[in-house]
């Protein structure tokens, strides 16, 4: 008996641990987010040296991320997911093929990753587009891609090849996947302002995100049964908890585990847990690699730890993803460059400083802005010169680095403004004109002073043929207090900017942010309406009808595109020091005191030359600063009353 005992509490011991054990599940996330297309480590990309260590200060490249991914696997013992939370297209010359050969999605395959969700720049070559790269790339060649709010259009033709991209798979609104007795299922989602921000979506909707996640969530917990629900969110993280879409979501909807979030290009110190979900977010452009360690234990999914990985020069690059994108060069020269006789890395330029983008007026914005007046004007009819050129901060995606030989490469000047589609279904967005009166120049500018502080970076305006001054404590929609027209070339004059003006002033901007100019009214309750107009002043309703024609003597429009025109602009410049290349004038080097804030308290300042919204808001202070001492008045006198009683 004593032995059976014995035999019974040795069974138990042995037992135990074991049932510790397997109480316990552990996997590790990788993730990444808004990657762009930025296959190279830059800035600039020229000195990228994947293959070597601690030789060059780049950051980025996809060849080091592969190699974080493989070392991350090796050293993890438990089971490995790669996941990307949306935005890996659109950012470089890679993505100018992206329709005929996808190869991001491609290579995201090959260096392990698993699942990625859809951003908004992924729209950008509109639905066809998309569904090209998804199609170019094909089942079981790309990652499982998820996108759960899409709303296909049931009256319009046009998102009919994404559509059916969707129901061959290629994007599922869901996915499950079992790994070592894991079962886990994904969706993704497209946030509110990424939405907002992705025009070229049409007529692809996105339903609103929390009711959609409610859905995913029943459905993956109640009909699939899974143990781990992750949502691929390109959403984003925002300063304020009450406006940041993923921790509204993780608030909002109970049952999500991990929220991988995108869309921001956040950079966190930890993850954020709200209601038990954790969310995590790796910055952008593959400067950062997460890896999110996770436990499950008695059924709860929980943080075990969590590190973001800079990806810099300390990290050598896989050698056969360098390989497989230097493959990749060789297809761009042949497909995009070959036709203005240049390479990848044909130096264009060169500099002895950097030039940057800055949420003020900036070096690399004012040699933008310039180039698209000067660009534009190539093509305009004597007598018809563009005033105005304007290109918004959201548009320009990367500075301008001298680096170690101060030469600008193709790869590197493109990368500044890399962004879109033309009408005329060619890669990167055309150049358009339209003539405003001197008020919707006024208009504009506000959007700079009164938009931008309220709805963030993207609204910066980068402006030339003009320069201003606004008094940021005047009131909200009419700040902007003087404008001169020229340039420093030539000099400057005042711009008479009533509505007695009549006179038209033409401008150019690329399609997306003249889109943006045409409905910025509605946003602002009609105060900053501008309508685009023709020569004669006529109202334009299509802008596609106003791109700048490169060959008129050609059937159609041959759109001119913005990138081109930069190009064509820094080739304009002298070579100084005689070695063939040409030189970025010094001009560039500071500001050109374009946009000049000068914050006043005084009445005149706050109220001189003021719209009939400073006056309504002038009188809402008045009659509140009425009623406050009439009030006031009033308690006094009840006080008193009191008191001599």
Known sequence: MKRKTKILLLAVLLAFPAGLFAAEKKFTIIHTNDLHSHLLGFSPNIDYSPGTVNNDITAGGWARIASIINNTKKAKENLTLVLDAGDFLMGSLFHMVSREYAFELKLMKEMGYDVVTLGNHEFDLMPRGLAKILEAGGKGRIPQV???????????????????AY???????????????????????IGHDAAEVAPFASPVKFADPVKTARKMVALLRGKEKVDVVICLSHSGL?????????????????????IISGHTH???????????????????????VGILDMVIDKGRVKLASHKLVDVNDSIQG??????????????????VLKYYGLGFYSPVAETDFDLKIENDESNLGNLIADSIRYYGNRFEAPGSKIDIGVISGGVIRDDILKGKTGKIAMCDLFRT????????????????????????VKRALEILTSIYPLKGDDYFLQISGLKFTYNPNRMLFDRVTEIWMGDEESGYTLLDYSKDNTKLYKASADIYNATFLKIVGSFTYNVLTIVPKDEQGNPVTDLSTRRIDMDKNKEGIQEAKEWVGLLEYVKSFKDIDGDGIPNIPK??????????????????SLLSRGTYVTWIGFLVIILFAVFAAFFLRFATKKVRKVLGK
């Open 417 to 440: 403004i890399p962004l879109g589609i033309g009408m005329d279904d060619t890669m990167a967005y055309p150049l358009i004109t339209f003539n405003i009166y001197g008020y919707e």
């Open 146 to 164: 998820v996108t759960s709010n899409l709303i296909f259009s049931k009256e319009s033709k046009k998102d009919d090849t994404l559509e059916a």
């Open 587 to 604: 001009k560039y080097k500071g500001k050109l005191g374009r946009t000049v804030a000068v914050a006043s308290w005084s009445p005149f």
């Open 238 to 258: 925002w300063e304020k908890a009450d406006k940041s879409e993923d921790e509204i979501l993780a608030r909002e909807v109970p049952g999500i585990d991990v």
């Open 266 to 288: 956040t950079k966190i110190e930890k993850p954020i847990s709200v209601n038990n979900t954790v969310i995590v977010q790796s910055w952008a452009y593959g400067l950062q």
């Open 318 to 335: 896989d050698p056969a993803i360098e390989a497989s994108i230097n493959q990749k060069i060789g297809a761009v020269n042949m497909k």
């Open 167 to 189: 129901n061959r798979g290629l994007v599922k609104p869901y996915y499950v996947m079992k790994k070592d007795d894991i079962t886990f299922g994904f969706f993704g989602l």
